[in-house]
């Protein structure tokens, strides 16, 4: 196999875990809200899931327990930041060391231990192509994850529900004289993004890499966080984003495969030096952030 | 029957000391009912994670050594938060303060003479600086997200340490571990007190705090920062930029945070190894929000962590906590502390009550 087509073959997987995790936060952010816990509500979500595959509850078991951990964690900074009214970048720094800190709790004891992954569907005739072949042939979450995709794009540009959601993002008063609770729509905000971030979790922890390692998560949630800037809040180029930054952290194993010699440390950094650049290219222009931005991101509402 | 929350028309005095306290208090119940759950002896817990670090004086010498690298970060980091610039990255800045500061004795094993640890440390400050440097560039010329680039240099700074750990500067007689050649004498920080590993670096950490003092509550460039983070448009007007106070912020957390990395290298450690990231810069971010962004408040609560970090040590020795059991409880304080820090400027009321400001 080609590196390229091994790239090819494995970004979709290896995008999963940014892509369900950064359209969570896109659709906590449209809200207004901004929960920086990313990172810790996706290890929570994972050791959750791992558990529950190990002690054979299945997969579907897996994903639902850890979707409610992390949306339990989430809910809890959403008090903080809602209801409490406090700093939310504190808060969710707070949340974030409080999650990746249950995390290495409760995964003490399964570290270095393995769950079966699952099994890849294949769409007959396309999945046989050269080179795109593999792109077909996909586990079921990355085929439900596409679906989900589909669905909140659907739902944040053409229903009710995604305009009401918009409309407290971008003008939270305007929103509340119209007669919407505004409090009430954010919490719902930030709970599904909680519920993504562990679905990312566990789709990391016994799908992509079934394997316990505490840390594993190992600053993708920071990475979901910044794909929701450079996709300036757009549900499609959140996707694009999320597959690059597959494609781009499989190039470890890409080039060990295609038998370049480079530097490990080097390509385990490249994604975070990719963010690092991308995130200048993005943020330097200021129209287009200003343009696409959430006009209340980060403000607390009062009453 | 609801709850409503009104603002006061001043801060409350009372409630900024017995809030902090109220949430250490609920922090510690919510935990112990979690090491029960655990199967944990909460006796046994709450004696060694609580007190024992303060009974003898050799462990309350290890909280002060622990202390040291906890309350430099967190002088540095506060000092932006007040100004809203906001550097999640003094991890990194902390290990490249050690790998810069590790440079001379890796370098120059043979050398001797006073001046090769205060060089070192000196050194260190300007490796974290540096480190910072990139993300101001990026804030202030590209309008960068500094959370984002500062967390990203972090994970960068760890990989960097692993390369020079297992490569060029992996020692050769080391049985192939990742780690530095044991520094030379004259490349460690002075012990201050004998009999303990308690060194100078406590005494810099002190004078660094009475300089933040100084800094943030009686100067005018300090005031500055801390108004141009509270109504950035009035101290535009003013004459003074943001991106002023975006490179003041981070090249002082940075310098801060990479002092500390050189002392922890120069001094507990001995040696650059792997260890070295073991979480100070995460944990720095608590202890300056824990501190009320205070520079006397952050003495405090530098003090407290640094307990939590020994009195973790000896309940997983004694009680057999999971070390892991420390994050969740610097967790869930900071939770508890920011919901209880806002009865100090707002007051509870129930509904239907009178209200009179």
Known sequence: MSALSFIIAGMLAAAMPFLLAALGELVAERSGVLNLGIEGMMALGAVVAFIVVRQSGGHAMGFVAAGLASAALATVFAWLALAVRANQVAAGLAIGILGQGLSALFGKRYESLTVPGLPKLSIPGLSELPLLGGLFSQDAVVWLGLLATLAIWATLRFSKLGLVIRAVGENPHAARALGYNVIAIRYGAVAFGGLMAGFAGAYAATVYTPLWAEGMIAGRGWIALALVVFATWMTGRVVFGAVLFGAVSLSQLAAQAGGVALNSQLLASLPYIVTILVLGAISANKRLLKINGVASLGEPFGR | ?357
């Open chain 2, 1 to 357: 029957m609801g709850i409503r929350m009104i603002r006061r028309t001043t801060a409350s005095r009372r409630m900024a000391v017995l809030a902090p306290m109220g949430a250490l208090a609920l922090a510690i119940v919510l935990n112990f009912l979690l090491y029960i759950v655990m199967g944990n002896d909460p006796a046994a817990v709450f004696y060694a994670l609580l007190l024992e670090p303060f009974v003898s004086w050799s462990s309350f010498s290890e909280v002060l050594l622990k202390m040291t690298p906890l309350l430099l970060i967190a002088q540095g980091l506060a000092i932006g938060f007040r100004a809203k610039v906001i550097n999640i990255g003094a991890e990194g800045q902390f290990i490249l303060g050690a790998i810069f500061a590790s440079a001379i004795p890796v370098w120059f094993p043979q050398a001797t003479g006073g001046w090769i640890w205060p060089l070192m440390l000196l050194l260190g400050g300007v490796g974290g600086a540096l480190w910072a440097a990139l993300p101001a560039f990026w804030r202030v010329r590209l309008n960068a997200s500094e959370i984002l680039v500062t967390l990203m240099m972090s994970l960068i700074a760890g990989q960097l340490l692993a390369y020079l750990l297992v490569g060029p500067w992996k020692d050769p007689m080391g049985f192939n571990f990742p780690q530095t050649v044991m520094f030379q004498w004259d490349a460690m920080v002075p012990t201050l007190i004998p009999g303990t590993r308690v060194n100078v670096a406590l005494i810099l950490a002190l004078l660094w705090t009475a300089l933040a003092y100084v800094y943030m509550q009686k100067s005018f460039q300090g005031y500055q920062l801390v108004v141009g983070g509270l109504a950035p448009h009035a101290t535009a007007y003013a004459g003074f930029s943001e991106g002023r106070a975006v490179w003041l912020s981070l090249l002082i957390g940075g310098f801060a945070a990479g002092l500390a990395g050189a002392a922890e290298v120069a001094g507990p450690m001995g040696q650059l190894q792997r260890g070295i990231a073991s979480g100070y810069g995460y944990a720095a971010i608590i202890v300056a929000y824990l501190g009320g962004l205070h520079p006397v408040g952050i003495l405090f609560s530098s003090l407290f962590m640094a307990a939590l970090y020994i009195g973790g040590d000896n309940a997983m020795v004694s009680a057999g906590l999971p070390v892991a059991a420390v994050r969740v409880f610097q967790g869930s304080l900071l939770c508890c502390y920011l919901a209880a820090i806002v009865l100090v400027r707002y007051r509870l009321v129930r509904d239907g009550q009178e209200v009179t400001a």
